[in-house]
């Protein structure tokens, strides 16, 4: 880039020095007159102070009143044809040829030491000045410079030197121009790549976390990969689920390949060894000691949204589509995201849930881990969207982590081929097609061919300390279904998953029917092998949502315990009994809660498939458009110290009611947005005890009235 202009000061400008110039040659002594010694004595001071100069202004400034004197000898000299001048200028010359002897070898000695080129030593002001001076003297002074510059050098020969000048000057101005159009070229260059790599990066960040944040932060480093050689993966196997080089994440895999298969799946990623001797917390038994359901109460939680997609827990996969896009589960965002959806699930896979998440788990108190997943994670049918066995690895790396911090685990099929109710955490929302519809039963007999092979699986060794709870299936929508259907088919899988070696207890979902539809059923399952899973949400029930702030908690303790108690009883219901999942949400206004782009019941706006099901009245407690979702949906240090008391009350009578029967499993560990609905959240907001087990509140105490409390938000 050129060097801006300065302005030029007195002493500095071209004028001032040929005005200094033409006063030398016409005033004073001629030049032959001050050859004396002292004059000599004062050049050899000037030259070796020159010498010891570093290259700065002095020695320029000498070398151009050197070049003055020697102009005005030979000026003089070519007038005067006496001897005595000739040979009074041949000293002259000799003094000037010794002067710049010593002179250029100054310079040879400074060029030496900085290893830069003569141009660059002389200061900016002066090569300024060398351009500029051409332009800014008349026509005299040009021809009279031209002229004595032909001598100027000695021992570089006349011709020679005024072809240097000459040179030195095309050669600044060529240098100029070549500058600029560099410059010029660049800045063309960088405003074309800059919005480009703009708009790739955007790009392939929108492919990379389906336009949100789920995937957050640098791709994993997959170091352990430095030891494998490429060669050692065969041809058959590159690219494939069986290829590390080909995986978004080998973090805490082994990496070493190997075709080895357990029931039909692959046992590709995991280590020969593994330790039983850990626990979750000094309160409960190590991995290695049985834990005894049913007098050890469960406390849990879920990794929803992780392995199945769910949009409220990870809206950022779907807010970059509009509604007529119609994405609203991972079907649909699967489908829409086409080639992409690999990376993008995978990516999103590696960091929604990390062996942070499980250490987290663990010092939150908790001792127990449910791992949803979906069939997909084994294979895939004509016509799915989904990406296939993908999220198996991540589902037994996650088992280990749980291993490594004593937590037990619940296996959890929450999406079954067909749907098993529509839901959108199904991974397709919309008809039920297991058990109904035209493909009812084939995907029924899908669902048993693949506990077959999980089962078969999960009976190795390695599993039997903590793969303790083994659910058969998700929330079938036994409302909607042949119950007895639902109910033969539950029969069938247990006999063919015991059968193949499972010895942890089988997880039996209620599908939202009362205990008492559940006394005596399954009964050839020996005692304590089964347990019922039922999910509990006030915020679901249009009753119980419009429950006022007391009333709810007073339900959370009695109706609960009630509940669970005749749950709990084989007179009255099955028996063995928990709740797989609960929240202390109050209210249903988290963003895509009731499904994609579709309001709520709290504010009376929600419009399902099923108009049986849809809301168009407001059902919070006051029932009116005072009812608002903004303060329900508000961050938390918004929250009122009385609102926050009265959640961290009704998450902890909730607790107390479910740990009458077998216990709990809290709905989720953690979301993007949906504090209510996040363990993670709530313990950082504190409206969750810091330790599971440590509370301040008890359903045998007095309920505080909140009175402040709106019941509108």
């Not at 070049?67 to 000739?86: I, L």
């Not at 090569?127 to 051409?134: C, L, S, T």
């Not at 689920?241 to 995986?247: A, Q, Y």
């Not at 999220?391 to 081929?417: C, F, M, T």
């Amino acid at each position: 880039m050129a060097r801006p202009r300065r302005e030029s000061r007195a002493g500095d400008s071209p004028a001032h020095g040929s005005a200094t110039r033409q006063k030398r040659h016409t005033v004073g002594r001629p030049p032959r007159d001050r050859d004396t010694a002292a004059e000599r004595e004062r050049l050899v001071e000037r030259v070796e102070r020159v010498v010891e100069d570093d290259g700065g202004r002095e020695r320029e400034r000498y070398r151009e009143r050197e070049r003055q004197r020697q102009r005005a000898r030979r000026a003089a000299a070519r007038g005067d044809d006496s001897e005595k001048t000739r040979s009074t200028n041949s000293e002259s010359h000799l003094l000037s040829e010794n002067s710049l002897a010593q002179l250029d070898a100054a310079n040879r000695k400074t060029t030496s030491k900085t290893k830069k080129p003569r141009e660059q030593l002389r200061p900016p002001k002066v090569r300024a000045m060398d351009e500029k001076r051409p332009q800014q003297q008349n026509h005299h002074h040009q021809h009279k410079k031209k002229k004595s510059g032909k001598k100027r050098r000695v021992a570089s020969g006349p011709a020679l030197e005024a072809q240097r000048s000459g040179k030195r000057h095309s050669e600044g101005h060529s240098r100029k121009r070549r500058i600029w159009i560099a410059v010029i070229v660049v800045l063309l260059l960088l405003a074309i790549i800059i919005p480009v790599a703009v708009v790739v990066a955007k790009k392939k960040s929108s492919a990379d976390s389906g336009g949100g944040s789920s995937s957050g932060g640098a791709a994993p480093a997959n170091s352990n990969l430095a030891s494998i050689d490429k060669a050692s993966i065969p041809d058959k196997a590159k690219g494939t689920i069986l290829d590390p080089f080909s995986w978004y994440d080998t973090g805490d895999f082994n990496v070493t390949y190997t075709d080895e298969k357990v029931g039909g799946l692959p046992v590709m990623g995991l280590n020969s060894t593994w330790d039983d001797k850990t626990r979750a917390n000094k309160d409960v038994p190590p991995l290695d000691e049985e834990w005894e359901y049913g007098s050890m109460p469960i406390r849990g939680v879920n990794v929803g949204g992780w392995l199945s997609i769910e949009p409220f827990i990870t809206p950022s996969l779907f807010d970059r589509y509009s509604e007529g896009d119609n994405v609203v589960d991972e079907y649909t965002l699967s489908r829409k995201l086409g080639d992409s959806a690999k990376s993008t699930l995978e990516s999103h896979y590696s960091s929604f849930v990390t062996e942070q998440t499980f250490a987290d788990i663990a010092a939150a108190g908790l001792d127990h881990v449910r791992i949803p997943y979906s069939y997909w994670a084994v294979t895939t049918y004509p016509g799915d969207p989904y990406v296939a066995q993908v999220s198996w690895r991540y589902l037994l790396r996650g088992i280990e982590w749980a291993r490594k911090h004593g937590l037990r685990v619940n296996l959890d099929l929450h999406g079954a081929p067909g749907s098993q109710n529509g839901w959108n955490h199904s991974g397709r929302q919309g008809v039920i097609g297991w058990l109904n519809g035209t493909d009812g039963e084939l995907n029924a007999q899908r669902t048993l061919d693949l506990h077959d092979q999980l089962s078969t699986f999960f009976a190795q060794p390695r599993y039997k300390n903590v793969v303790t709870i083994y659910g058969l299936l998700n929330e079938p929508r036994m409302l909607n279904l042949d119950a007895t259907a639902v109910r033969t088919w539950s029969s069938k899988a247990i006999s063919q998953i015991q059968g193949n070696g499972i010895k942890a207890v089988i997880a039996v979902s209620d599908g939202f029917l009362p205990p008492s539809t559940w006394q005596g059923q399954l009964s050839s399952a020996p005692s304590k092998s089964v347990a019922i899973d039922s999910h509990q949400y006030q915020i679901f029930n249009q009753d119980q949502i419009a429950f006022p702030h007391t009333k709810k908690i007073d339900f959370a303790c009695d109706g609960l315990s009630d509940w669970m108690a005749k749950a709990s009883n084989t007179a009255t219901g099955f028996g063995s009994t928990f709740c797989g999942e609960w929240s202390q949400a109050d209210t249903d206004c988290a963003r895509y809660l009731n499904n994609v782009n579709t309001g709520t019941r709290w504010e009376g706006d929600l419009i399902l498939p099923d108009p049986k099901l849809s809301v168009t009245k407001p059902l919070c407690p006051t029932k009116d458009r005072r009812c608002s979702c903004a303060d329900a949906n508000a961050d938390p240090s918004a929250y009122s110290d009385s609102y926050k008391a009265w959640l961290r009350s009704f998450a902890q009578a909730q607790m107390q009611s479910y740990e009458s029967g077998w216990g709990w499993f809290y709905w989720t560990w953690d979301t993007e947005t949906a504090v209510q609905w996040s363990y993670k959240k709530a313990i950082a907001a504190g409206i969750m005890p810091a330790k599971a087990r440590e509370r301040d509140f008890d359903c045998a105490g007095d309920t505080p009235g909140f009175t402040d409390l709106s019941e509108t938000y």
